[in-house]
């Protein structure tokens, strides 16, 4: 750290840093190329060897529980590295499979399932198609056959000639005993003839008694054998019933056995499909009468999966996974990972007021089109989505795909539905989101670190040495190029890595965050176009820089208007007792800047109670809490180790109307808390910022840039003066990354950037007062700051022993 020379004692010349400090430059001049187009680009993901390392031991695990959870913050590159190596490691995985559900026809409501080889399902529902078309044609055709009329025909007349060789011999052995037999509307009529007709009543009546009775005997014989015909006529229907039944079943059987071979024997290899063929051949032939029925109703035409006529669904194959054209192993990224989703659902078609389904409306889920592959999920999303959570992990435990709508799971439906025969599961998931989230569920369910158990970690940053620099500047131009964008220059890749180190809020380091690199490079293309450039200059990025900061800025620029218009209090000059300027940052989204609070301090007589106002009225966060009571800790450990702190103080931060939380502050509020109690003004052209230990060491905060340019915009505002600036902690001393409009002032010697490790140096540049050094008895001179501040306790301690001790009479 490079530290002007200080001639007196309190003057901050030698804290004071240097432009080399305040802003690490990107020196590419040892490296040869002119442009990004000269450098190789770079494929591997650079600084994440030890996510990669991870993820590719997740992959490689084919042991249950090794799914993959993915976390890093957005930006980061995760999704795309994990499709790339997924994409990479799915090549060499063994083929996936084709998943179907068919009719069951012993119990419809339980769908079954078939496994087939890649690309197998689609030719089953092509071929069952043609099949059910083909039917269609041959079954009508062979019962209209001459042969098959023919057998009919032959069946037929041998019931009809048995009939009638029944009804002759009646008739014979009738005429033989002068017995006429008519059929008439009503059945036969038996009857005593004479000269060829029946005889009237009255004419029989006039025969003989004796010859009335042979006749009547001979009629009732007669009548009795031709009852005894007539029973047997309809089990002579019966017979020849069976036997058209049977001619009908055999002339089935033939024609579609004839066409199941080539069918049959296509799929010999796969058994399932075997014996669901053979269930469907025997389904036909039991109901060749409906082919015959819609062929005479409606000629076939060429059909299709989805044109299947009603009468024909059960034939159908419902595809549920076709990975006919799928490269290696399926890789599915599911953005949208709902229950219905990810497991799959029956639909239903409104059917004049009723809800309908079969097999066919089975549809499939994430889990289905990625079986046997990898699914990539959004683990926020899926625990935003009612029940997937819960869903995907009784999938992955159970190692099925059971579909249930959520209306059967909730008990919130009474209708039948079906109950699909579940699927045979896997696969490989892998999770992206937050650390946050990552720990959150590491913490709450338990189930999570058994399904989960590889974390791959992305890295926020890396190293800026000169390897990596050089590893950074080929990353670039890979992005340059494969976004099709102007090549950079070397000065502009060296603005580019020193942007990417200010994200990093850390001048030693460069993010790694590439959503944030590529719209840097393509902002900064759309200005070098602008200006008709055939590359990308420095300038370009510094355009694109600037302009997002002007996008963004209209807060900004509310916030510091508050204060020069005189709303928000915040002197940027002279000196006040216990008035300090403190520094805080607001934070947006991916926006954020600094803004100057005052602080301000009372000091009194009491009982050693430091109070913080922000925590009394509940505004106060618990950090900041803790760092008001490590100042009540600082005070009575250095100035009162043997005595009580007979001292009672008063903080707050001026016009705060919002929570306060972090201790970032709490150096602040101790210097201007030892400024009220020695009586002693500080100067309100500086701002600080650092939190504070019981030891009095200045510690590191986060923000620092923000912070420094927060204050510095509202002094340039205001006119610079040479006396202002700013005191960070040392330690922050290597994040320093600050705009060129504060180099250029701190150059000029119009602003100052200080460094300090401990309270003493602190306060010293703000009251420009020597802070003093204990003695061996622990006592401080007394025209030193700490000596006034330690007198000042003296006598409040003198005086809390006067009001304490009882008056003398």
């Known amino acids: 750290m490079k530290k002007t020379a200080s001639n007196d004692q309190g003057q901050p010349g030698k804290y004071q840093l240097s432009n080399a400090d305040l802003y690490h430059q990107c020196d590419l001049s040892e490296l040869e190329f002119e442009t990004t187009s000269d450098l190789e680009s770079l494929t591997e993901n650079l600084g994440q060897d030890r996510a990669m390392d991870a993820l590719k031991f997740g992959v490689g695990m084919k042991h ?16 795309t590295t994990v499709k790339a190596l997924l994409k990479e490691q799915a090549k060499h995985a063994q083929p ?17 399932v078939l496994k087939l080889p890649k690309g197998r399902g689609k030719s089953l529902q092509q071929d069952m198609v043609q099949f059910i078309s083909d039917l269609l044609i041959a079954i009508p055709a062979a019962f209209e056959s001459d042969q098959y009329q023919a057998e009919y025909q032959t069946i037929h007349d041998a019931f009809v000639h048995k009939e009638d060789l029944s009804l002759q011999e009646i008739a014979a052995k009738a005429e033989t005993n002068n017995i006429m037999m008519a059929r008439t509307a009503t059945g036969w009529n ?13 004419e029989f009546k006039q025969l003989p008694d004796d010859e009335q009775q042979v006749i009547t005997r001979v009629v009732e014989e007669l009548r009795d054998e031709l009852k005894k015909i007539l029973l047997q006529i309809p089990l002579w229907q019966k017979e020849m019933a069976e036997s058209v039944k049977k001619l009908n079943r055999d002339v089935s059987n033939m024609t579609v056995t004839h066409y199941a071979q080539d069918l049959q024997a296509h799929y010999a290899d796969i058994a399932e499909v075997k014996a669901f063929l053979e269930l469907v051949k025997q389904d036909i032939i039991n109901n060749a009468d409906l082919f015959r029925k819609y062929a ?46 990810l497991i799959g659902r029956v639909e239903h078609i409104a059917h004049f007021g009723t809800l ?15 079986n046997g592959g990898y699914l990539v999920l959004d683990a926020r999303k899926v625990l935003t989505s009612l029940y997937a ?34 699927i045979a599961l896997d696969v490989k998931v892998v999770l992206t989101g937050s650390r946050v989230l990552y720990y959150l569920l590491k913490q709450f369910d338990p189930e999570f670190g058994l399904l989960f158990k590889v974390a791959a970690d992305f890295s926020e940053d890396m190293d800026r040495d000169p390897e990596n620099s050089f590893l950074y500047a080929r990353m670039i131009a890979g992005l340059q190029q494969q976004n099709k964008l102007l090549a950079l220059d070397k000065a502009a890749v060296e603005r580019v890595i020193e942007h990417c180190s200010r994200m990093a809020d850390d001048g030693e380091k460069v993010s790694l965050h590439m959503g944030s690199l590529v719209d840097l490079l393509k902002e900064s293309d759309y200005w070098a176009q602008q200006a008709k450039r055939k590359g990308i200059i420095r300038e370009d990025v510094e355009k694109a820089i600037d302009s997002r900061l002007m ?72 950090i900041h809490s803790k760092g008001v009571m490590i100042l009540s800790s600082y005070l009575a450990y250095r100035y009162a180790k043997e005595k009580p702190l007979a001292l009672s103080a008063s903080l707050v931060f001026e016009q705060s109307y919002g929570e306060v939380e972090g201790d970032s502050a709490s150096a602040a509020e101790l210097c201007v808390l030892l400024s009220a109690i020695a009586d002693i003004p500080l100067k309100q052209s500086l701002a600080v910022t650092g939190s504070v230990n019981q030891h009095g060491e200045i510690q590191a905060i986060g923000g620092v840039n923000e912070k420094v340019e927060g204050f510095f915009e509202l002094c340039d505002k205001r006119g610079l003066t040479g006396e202002q600036g700013v005191i960070i902690p040392a330690s922050n001393r ?13 150059k000029a010697g119009q602003f100052a950037v200080y460094s300090v490790e401990t309270v003493d140096e602190m306060l010293s540049i703000l009251s420009g007062v020597d802070m003093g050094v204990a003695d061996k008895k622990g006592r401080y001179p007394k025209d030193s700051l700490n000596g006034i501040v330690e007198q000042k306790i003296q006598k409040y301690t003198e005086l809390r022993k006067q009001y304490l001790e009882p008056k003398k009479d």
């Open 734 to 746: 290597v994040h320093l990354m600050l705009s060129s409009k504060v180099l250029q002032a701190v």
């Open 296 to 341: 005479a109703e409606k000629p076939p035409a060429t059909l299709t999966a989805n044109q299947l006529p009603p009468e024909f669904t059960e034939y159908q194959i419902n595809v549920l996974v076709d990975n006919s054209t799928t490269e290696g192993a399926p890789v599915i990224f599911e953005d949208n990972p709902s229950y219905q989703n």
């Open 356 to 370: 309908l389904t079969d097999f066919s409306l089975i549809k499939s889920g994430a889990l289905h089109q990625a």
């Open 64 to 79: 249950e529980g090794y799914n993959l959870f993915v976390l890093g913050s957005t930006g980061l590159g995760k999704n």
């Open 389 to 422: 959570w819960d869903g995907l992990k009784r999938a992955l435990r159970s190692h099925v795909v059971k579909i249930e709508s959520l209306e059967q799971i909730l008990s919130m439906a009474s209708t039948i539905s079906l109950k699909p025969e579940p």
């Open 190 to 202: 038996l009857g005593p003839k004479k000269e060829g007709r029946v005889l009237t009543p009255q």
């Open 551 to 622: 996008r963004s800025g209209q807060l900004r620029e509310r916030v510091q208007e508050s204060i020069l218009r005189g709303i928000h209090l915040i002197n940027t000059s002279g000196e006040k007792v216990g008035q300090i300027n403190g520094l805080s940052v607001i934070q947006l989204d991916d926006i954020s800047f600094g803004r100057p609070t005052r602080i301000t301090a009372t000091a009194r007589l009491g009982s050693g109670k430091v109070i913080d106002i922000e925590r009394e009225v509940e505004l106060g966060g618990a």
């Open 96 to 112: 996936p499979f084709d998943w179907c559900y068919v009719n069951n026809f012993e119990f419809p409501e339980k769908p079954l």
